[in-house]
């Protein structure tokens, strides 16, 4: 079961489904059947859910089937928006989804950017366990971060030196991503980022851009 806040034309609503992923064909056509073709998700945590919402969780909960089902847990916008913090919103999945023109070769040639965007999932002990970018998969983020604040997802961009910068959460910038062999078997996506850099591994471990 996933709870999600759905950003939509009139504001966010709460939802309770047993789709497996909010980017599921089914779920989206849920949503169309209640009049949202347009929004902007965000998976929440159930726990955050039950916690906030006390019995209210239950009866919705006991209502959902076991498979395939979608529940409308608040439609007060500002209930729901001001129920949980940032920090609490997982990364955001669009429909329709972005989709960006490839940029001209002048373009190119006239801007490098000084990094990529990659946006990674992490096991409780640091370690990236699926990635937007497929080598990087197997990493782990260092200096290590505490397990009790450690984020399970985030997205960032890494510089020239490894290092990285523009976190989200935050907590990310100015560690490094050190090699600690591939993930077996590997749960990472294929390659969906483009990256500028031509990321290795040097002597230390880290990766650093070629």
């Known amino acids: 079961m996933k709870s999600a806040m759905i950003f939509t034309g009139s504001g966010p609503i709460l939802v309770l489904t047993t789709f497996d992923s909010l980017e599921s064909p089914e779920f989206v056509k849920r949503l169309e059947a209640r009049g949202i073709s347009k929004f902007i998700a965000h998976e929440v945590s159930l726990e955050q859910v039950r916690k906030n919402y006390g019995t209210r969780f239950s009866v919705v909960t006991g209502d959902l089937s076991q498979t395939d089902d979608l529940r409308v847990m608040d439609i007060d916008g500002h209930h729901v928006f001001n129920s949980f913090s940032f920090d609490e919103l997982g990364m955001p999945i669009y429909w329709p989804a972005v989709r960006h023109e490839p940029a001209k070769e002048q373009e190119v040639a006239e801007e490098v950017p000084e990094g990529d965007w990659l946006f990674v ?6 370690n990236v366990v699926e990635s937007s970018y497929l080598p990087v998969v ?3 983020i260092v200096p290590t971060i505490d397990p009790a604040s450690a984020p399970r997802q985030g997205r960032f961009e890494i510089d020239r030196q490894g ?5 989200s959460p935050p907590i990310f910038n100015g560690r490094k991503l050190t090699l600690r062999g ?10 969906t980022a483009a990256p500028t850099c031509t990321w290795q591994s040097n002597e230390e471990g880290s990766w650093t851009c070629v």
């Open 138 to 140: 197997g990493s782990r």
């Open 163 to 167: 290092v990285i910068f523009n976190g």
């Open 121 to 126: 999932k992490l096991d409780e002990y640091g």
């Open 182 to 191: 591939r993930v077996s078997p590997a749960l990472g996506r294929t390659d």
